[in-house]
């Protein structure tokens, strides 16, 4: 009787790892192709775990892609950039907190308050000049603040939140 006992809870806990790792991929769409950005931390929606957001660069692009043509501190000129949203982004993945960090391929980290989202349009760029970036151009993801728009964003405390080859997004 015991063994059958436990038979049965064993199945009833798969049973449930199932439905729980189910729930979580309904959220969002799993990426297809390789995943680009991961946003981890205080979630709502999610598509690997309770608490983790992959996507894959095509993801990306149905949020919507913005352009922002300005300056940085890297580049000449006025390159266009282009990118979804950094707050589309997380009201996709319905991230709340009051900070994210970022966090680039080479684990280089920057703390960006979430009120930066919402006061500027701060993308998540994927192109620059109309072509993908490179790890070598400072791809495939950077963070870009639209510092021509508002002279606030035009000093070296600005210039850290310019974080590029992004991989990741912590929400705190």
Wanted: charged residues 25%.
């Amino acid at each position: 009787m015991q063994g059958l006992l436990n038979r049965w809870l064993g199945v009833g806990v798969v049973a449930i790892s199932l439905a729980v790792s189910t729930a979580y991929a309904e959220d969002l769409p799993a990426p297809k192709g390789p995943v680009v950005l991961t946003i981890t931390g205080n979630l709502t929606k999610s598509n690997k775990d309770a608490h983790t957001a992959q996507f894959d660069m095509e993801m990306l692009k149905k949020i919507g892609m913005k352009k922002v043509q300005t300056s940085t501190t890297w580049t000449k000129g006025k390159p266009t950039f282009e990118g979804p949203l950094a707050r589309d982004i997380l009201k996709l993945v319905g991230a709340t907190g009051a900070k994210v960090n970022a966090i680039a391929i080479n684990d280089y980290k920057v703390e960006i308050p979430t009120a930066d989202f919402t006061k500027y349009d701060v993308i998540i760029a994927a192109t620059m000049d109309g072509k993908a970036m490179s790890r070598r151009d400072k791809g495939p993801l950077w963070v870009i603040y639209p510092r021509d728009q508002h002279p606030e964003l035009v000093s070296p405390e600005a210039d850290s939140k310019f974080l590029w080859q992004l991989k990741a997004l912590d929400v705190k």
